[in-house]
């Protein structure tokens, strides 16, 4: 009977947004499930761990952040990254491959450049991203599929505007995972100015050609 673009536009940004800001706010939880991060007890710390504790406390800090939890988990890849919904709960995890494979002065590197994302406030503002994407794709999949289906005859409608619109939210996701894609490489270019900024800048060198000698 036609479309109502004021209400698709309501529900385009309520399930974009809305589906981006749960990811969000389950984020930390999800990590420690699905990676297997084992949170760091202070009571319990090893040396290795200590040492761990004590450099991201030093580099919060610095940065004029609350102390987030910090977790290893068993992956041998050299890997770390931060979490979760706000400032205030986040998480640090790193692999245990990291650990292995680079040296403190590269880890503390690694570290702050994962500290400068929280700072930053990256994880919220890719989710906003996501969010805006999201809803551009739901949005703009049923207005094309709608004008399509218009062309179509009558029976076949429904299932046409159907059809079409899972085929453009496919197409337009990986578009928009494009836009998602520059803007993450733009907040990593930061974080590595952060964490030089806040670990050292040749500690933050260091870190980058450990990573590069792993690939």
Same mark, same amino acid.
Do not use: C
């Given at each position: 009977?036609?479309?109502?673009?004021?209400?698709?536009?309501v529900f385009a940004a309520i399930w974009g947004f809305g589906g981006?800001?749960i990811s969000l706010g389950l984020s930390r939880i999800m990590a420690?499930?699905?990676?297997?991060?084992?949170?760091? %007890?202070?009571?319990?710390?090893?040396?290795?761990?200590?040492?761990?504790?004590?450099?991201?406390?030093?580099?919060?800090?610095?940065?004029?952040?609350?102390?987030?939890?910090?977790?290893?988990?068993?992956?041998?890849?050299?890997?770390?990254?931060?979490?979760?919904?706000?400032? *205030?709960?986040? /998480?640090?995890?790193?692999?245990?491959?990291? /650990?292995?494979?680079?040296?403190? %002065?590269?880890?503390?590197? @690694?570290? =702050?450049?994962?500290?400068?994302?929280?700072?930053?406030? %990256?994880?919220?503002?890719?989710? /906003?991203?996501?969010?805006?994407?999201?809803?551009?794709?739901?949005?703009?999949?049923?207005?094309?599929?709608?004008?399509?289906?218009?062309?179509?005859?009558?029976?076949?409608?429904?299932?046409?505007?159907? +059809?079409?619109?899972? @085929?453009?939210?496919?197409?337009?996701?990986?578009? =928009? +995972?494009?836009?998602?894609?520059?803007?993450? *490489?733009?907040?990593?270019?930061?974080? %590595?100015?952060?964490?030089?900024?806040?670990a050292g800048r040749q500690k933050m060198i260091g870190a980058l050609?450990?990573?590069?000698?792993? /690939?």
């Open positions: 009977y036609g479309i109502d673009y004021s209400q698709l536009a981006a800001f420690k499930w699905m990676m297997g991060v084992q949170v760091i %007890d202070p009571q319990k710390a090893t040396s290795e761990e200590r040492w761990l504790l004590d450099v991201i406390h030093g580099l919060t800090q610095r940065a004029g952040l609350p102390m987030p939890q910090v977790g290893i988990y068993p992956g041998q890849e050299v890997n770390a990254f931060a979490t979760g919904p706000t400032k *205030r709960r986040a /998480l640090v995890a790193v692999s245990a491959g990291l /650990l292995q494979r680079m040296n403190r %002065d590269q880890i503390e590197g @690694v570290l =702050g450049h994962e500290v400068t994302h929280i700072a930053n406030g %990256d994880m919220v503002t890719m989710t /906003l991203l996501q969010g805006v994407v999201n809803a551009f794709v739901i949005f703009f999949a049923r207005v094309i599929a709608y004008a399509v289906s218009m062309n179509v005859r009558e029976e076949n409608r429904y299932m046409t505007q159907f +059809m079409i619109t899972i @085929v453009l939210e496919i197409l337009l996701s990986i578009l =928009g +995972m494009i836009v998602v894609a520059y803007f993450s *490489r733009i907040r990593e270019f930061r974080a %590595d100015r952060g964490g030089a900024m806040l050609q450990g990573l590069q000698n792993t /690939l």
